[in-house]
């Protein structure tokens, strides 16, 4: 007995001593473990990186911009079903246990035992706190030394953050697959769907995912997502969490996911998006652009944008189809499987209605086309073939653009296509309605242009447009490309004058002029448009109407070229303008977009606006941190509610820069342009409109820039590699360009009414002869006009022209009914 007892002893002591020595053992791995441990206090002010995003005026998606796309939700906007669907599918004890399921555990260990050496992957046991001690502090290293970190990190991690902040992080880290991370993210990838509108079916995919986001593609691998779809719905019912019926039909529910882009929403806005990118990672850098979950409200009006794109193609391609048919695309063999082979060439993805195809057969009077396939989620090219015909009254526009039938319209489709052509073609039309199955040819073209729509008011940007196609080529001709604007300069060299004492009714010559431009640079011969027809002694008024280059130049000499420079500096169209008079003309280069903020100015009345694609942008926290508007509100602070106090006056301090009434008076003059001018075509729209041409040496470019009291557009027509637009009128801006901006007008001002322009206070409205700008009698008879004068200033009795003076340098006294034989070269002192 007594032996029994002293083994009992013996065996109670050295049980002690080795759970003692085992609790040290524990201690000491955990001591080991627990010292080089991450810091998981920072979890607290943890800022994940969220994607930016950026939406048009009316609050449309317009681009989204993130490394990892990922939107933060908060827990408390979280639908119930979603959170249940992660719990079933991950951790169903989350809110039970302390961090650690040790039954999980367990059978993990078990499963690794009986795997080992067999390279399977050991099954996790995870929980949610688990997985976020890995995700955010550890590695994805497969090892117990990181699962024994993982478990104490977890537990720490529960002591020190309540279940929904642990389960809150989860959901919005976690990888769900096709580059969405988070939930939110995931929701609108998938279902293009906020978390809040998802089915049964839909939250239980997602929650599916975190395991095996590749494995369980929705398309490659779908009969496996299904059933691990499934799978999650039968816990979620096992559990409580739905109903039998919702089960079996969430079971029942096809698995069809939607392809959510990152690239422009708006259609047409592609160079809108990224020419907003580029501003604000100019801002804030290229972390809080892809990292920083800004809110970028922009100024785009998506109607608009559709107006301006529509109307700036369509004139793009009717001046590229008019130069005739360059030919295919490339060719192909169409043997075999034609589609996959169409599949392989990348076809531009923002033409719409334009699509790719291929010619399968040919004949006289039609040819059958064969249409480029999608391709699936997966990347496989889709099996279903379309085809379609195209008749000759959908090629009698190709006429050959070389060779020897260079210029001549087509007989046959056969001469314009042949089997094998890759091409774009679009619905053939009649009468507005597109012919059931019949399509029309169409071709790259090669000329290009851009075109900008500003508020004048606010220096908004409406819309963009930097070229045909963003896919085609990123660069923006609305901002990038630096072109000669022609005579639509003119309007500042004018506006210069206008506000230095000139009037509309000022006289200049229109006559040669030789100018020696010194250092053995020659001597210039500036020329107007119509070679060899000079009107002699004209208003200002009449000169910008004709856009009479020498009265230009002659006007320029008159009042300095240091004061226009000044002037195109005040406006934003040069930054630096050189002394030499052809510059006068627009021989300077800048951009539409700097040319429609300058004509802005001059619609409102003289203030200076800063263009502007961004209305505000707030940070992830919702806090305003950039504003365009920056006009003071007096009053608009009311914390104690309305009690008869004076009404919100909005205080204006932007810069004056051209005095209100020399505005109007260019204005005016412009509207001259419009309506019995260069840009007569723009007449058509019916209401109160002025601008400008403008077309460059040789018609290397076509400019036209306009304006009615709310709203400025312009536009330049031009190849990148600048050449000739063409001969004679067919290469000017009043031939190409103002065309597009009248059918532009058209769209945009259709439901506007007629408003005419502001007459500023100050300003005199007299009736003058319209040829010659004097004063008009009461009997007067011939065509007259009310021309706008500054307090001081009025018609002239007489001439004194610009341009013509005596053998002593005196300016000449010239009746209005003076022969123009009298301003040739070397006769009365012309210089």
């Not at 955990?30 to 920072?42: A, E, G, V």
């Not at 379609?388 to 959908?394: A, D, N, Y």
């Not at 006429?399 to 056969?414: E, L």
């Not at 406006?571 to 539409?592: I, K, M, R």
């Amino acid at each position: 007995m007594r032996l029994l007892v002293r083994f009992l002893g013996f065996l109670f002591a050295a049980g002690t001593v080795m759970f003692l020595v085992g609790v040290a053992a524990v201690a000491g791995l955990i001591w080991h473990f627990s010292k080089d441990l991450p810091d998981y206090s920072q979890l607290q002010d943890y800022e994940p990186p969220v994607m930016t995003r950026v939406h048009a005026a009316d609050g449309s998606l317009l681009a989204e911009y993130a490394k990892e796309r990922r939107l933060y939700l908060p827990i408390q906007a979280v639908p119930k079903l979603v959170i249940n669907a992660f719990l079933a599918a991950e951790d169903k004890n989350f809110y039970e246990h302390g961090g650690i399921d040790f039954s999980g555990m367990v059978r993990a260990a078990i499963l690794y035992a009986e795997n080992y050496g067999s390279n399977r992957r050991p099954q996790g046991a995870s929980t949610i706190t688990q997985q976020v001690a890995k995700n955010f502090l550890l590695t994805n290293e497969v090892s117990f030394t990181r699962k024994i970190k993982e478990a104490l990190l977890a537990m720490r991690i529960e002591r020190a953050y309540s279940k929904d902040k642990i389960l809150e992080l989860y959901l919005n880290e976690i990888y769900l697959g096709l580059g969405a991370y988070g939930i939110a993210a995931a929701s609108l990838v998938y279902f293009d769907k906020s978390v809040n509108e998802l089915t049964v079916a839909e939250a239980s995919y997602l929650a599916a995912l975190p395991k095996a986001p590749a494995a369980l593609h929705p398309v490659r691998n779908h009969d496996r997502a299904i059933e691990r779809r499934n799978y999650v719905i039968d816990r979620l019912l096992e559990n409580g969490w739905i109903k039998q019926a919702d089960a079996d039909t969430a079971r029942k529910a096809p698995l069809i996911v939607t392809n959510h882009t990152t690239a422009g929403h708006t259609f047409a806005g592609e160079y809108f998006a990224e020419e907003v990118r580029r501003d604000v990672f100019e801002r804030y850098g290229e972390k809080k652009l892809y990292e920083g979950g800004l809110s970028v409200r922009t100024t785009l009006d998506p109607k608009i944008q559709v107006m301006a794109r529509k109307t700036m193609a369509a004139g793009i391609v009717n001046y590229d189809e008019a130069q005739g048919w360059r030919g295919a695309l490339s060719k192909i063999d169409i043997s075999g499987d034609w589609g996959v082979k169409l599949a392989d060439i990348k076809s531009l993805s923002d033409i719409s209605p334009w699509r790719m195809a291929v010619v399968l057969e040919t004949n006289d009077q039609s040819a059958r086309i064969g249409f480029q396939p999608g391709r699936e989620l997966g990347g496989a090219v889709s099996k279903d073939r379309q085809t379609g015909i195209i008749t000759l009254e959908g090629v009698k526009w190709a006429k050959a653009a070389s060779g020897p039938t260079k210029g001549r319209a087509p007989t046959s489709v056969s001469q314009v296509l042949s089997p094998g052509d890759v091409i774009y073609v679009d619905p053939l039309l009649k009468d507005g309605s597109p012919v059931d199955g019949q399509f029309r040819l169409r071709q790259l073209p090669e000329v290009s242009g851009a075109m900008v729509v500003m508020d004048p008011h606010t220096g908004r940007v409406l819309a963009m447009v930097g070229g045909f196609s963003f896919d085609q080529s990123q660069f923006n001709r609305a901002t990038q490309a630096y072109r000669q604007p022609g005579s639509s300069f003119k309007p500042i060299v004018y506006s210069s004058a206008l506000d230095n004492g000139y009037t509309p009714s000022t006289v200049v010559v229109d006559a040669p002029i030789e100018i020696d431009q010194g250092q053995g640079a020659g001597v210039w011969r500036p020329d107007n448009f119509s070679n060899g027809k000079y009107r002699g002694p004209t208003t200002l008024r009449n000169a910008l109407r004709l856009s009479l280059n020498t009265v230009t130049v002659r006007l320029a000499q008159d009042i300095g070229m240091p004061l226009i420079g000044e002037y195109a500096k005040r406006f934003g169209v040069y930054d630096e303008l050189p002394n030499y008079l052809s510059y006068a003309l627009g021989a300077g280069e800048t951009t539409v977009m700097r040319m429609v903020t300058a004509y802005s100015m001059i619609d409102n009345g003289g203030r200076r606006v800063k263009p502007t694609l961004i209305d505000r942008i707030q940070d992830r926290y919702g806090h305003t941190i950039f504003k365009h508007d920056t006009r003071e509100c007096r009053g608009c602070d009311a914390p104690e509610g309305w009690k008869n106090q004076p009404e919100p006056q909005l205080i204006d301090h932007r810069e004056q820069v051209l005095d209100p009434m020399t505005a109007y008076q260019i204005t005016s003059m412009m509207e001259g342009v419009v309506q019995a001018g260069t840009a007569t075509v723009v007449r058509e729209v019916g209401k109160p409109i002025a601008g400008k041409t403008g077309t460059t040496n040789d018609a290397r470019d076509a400019w036209f820039v306009g304006f009615s009291p709310d709203i400025v557009v312009g536009i330049y027509l031009g190849y990148d590699k600048p050449r000739s637009l063409g001969r004679g009128n067919a290469g000017t801006g009043g031939h190409l360009a103002a065309p597009i901006a009248r059918d532009f007008l058209k769209l945009a001002l259709a439901d506007k009414p007629a408003v005419p322009f502001k007459v500023p206070a100050g300003i005199k409205l007299i009736r003058v002869d319209a040829k010659t700008g004097m004063r008009a009698g009461p009997g007067d008879t011939g065509r007259t006009i009310l021309e706008a004068f500054k307090p001081g200033t009025g018609p002239p009795d007489n001439y004194s022209v610009i341009g013509v003076a005596d053998a002593d340098g005196r300016a000449l006294t010239v009746s209005p009914d003076t022969d123009r034989t009298i301003l040739r070269p070397g006769t009365g002192g012309l210089y």
